[in-house]
T-cell receptor
């Protein structure tokens, strides 16, 4: 089956820093989604991005489907950005999830 | 905004009890999903449903069953709870193959 790998597994940054999170996947996919899970466990969808680039405020994402990777950019990090970031790819009605990147933003 | 609600945020049950976790979505989504999330293992799909009364096994269906009698409601049932089912349970819904929207999760402790 499709494998999804995220890097880095952990990231600690100072408030105001920029970061890039990576998601590699092993086969062609119909779509890719990025999620943020806050410290209370709530999962929020950030981007639905099978290809191309999207931006939403300080966050942006780029998926290069032909090379089987996606990047999530966070600029000017805030403490509220802390949590775990997951990417997930679609395979036959199911999402295949990466293990996540745990991000800690220090004030 | 899409709203997905789960019946409990925290639940404590005893081994052998029958446990019902309910999920309700208000956006008329066809698809609904139940996941469990454990430290170091990420999210794992237990069951999903793409229509009323339809269900498909996910990666880890053993020890669980589901029910979808109405489009907006998807129930996860632990027939006889065991300690290894202590976990965070997350429900999600989506329109076709689109974005999945998640509920707040239920933290289940089985003693």
């Amino acid at each position: 089956g499709i494998q999804v790998e995220q890097s880095p597994p952990d990231l600690i940054l100072q408030e105001g820093a920029n970061s890039t999170l990576r998601c590699n996947f092993s086969d062609s996919v119909n779509n890719l989604q990025w999620f943020h899970q806050n410290p209370w466990g709530q999962l929020i969808n950030l981007f639905y991005i099978p290809s191309g680039t999207k931006q939403n405020g300080r966050l942006s994402a780029t998926t290069v489907a032909t090379e089987r990777y996606s990047l999530l950019y966070i600029s000017s990090s805030q403490t509220t950005d802390s949590g775990v970031y997951f990417c997930a790819v679609d395979s036959n009605y199911q999402l295949i999830w990466g293990a996540g990147t745990k991000l800690i933003i220090k004030p | 905004d899409v709203k997905v609600t789960q019946s409990s945020r925290y639940l404590v049950k005893r081994t052998g009890e029958k446990v019902f976790l309910e999920c309700v979505q208000d956006m008329d989504h066809e698809n609904m999903f139940w996941y469990r999330q454990d430290p170091g293992l990420g999210l794992r799909l237990i069951y999903f449903s793409y229509d009323v009364k339809m269900k498909e096994k996910g990666d880890i269906p053993e020890g669980y069953s589901v029910s979808r009698e109405k489009k907006e409601r998807f129930s996860l049932i632990l027939e006889s709870a065991s300690t290894n089912q202590t976990s965070m349970y997350l429900c999600a819904s989506s329109f076709r193959l689109g974005t999945q929207y998640f509920g707040p999760g239920t933290r289940l402790l089985v003693l």
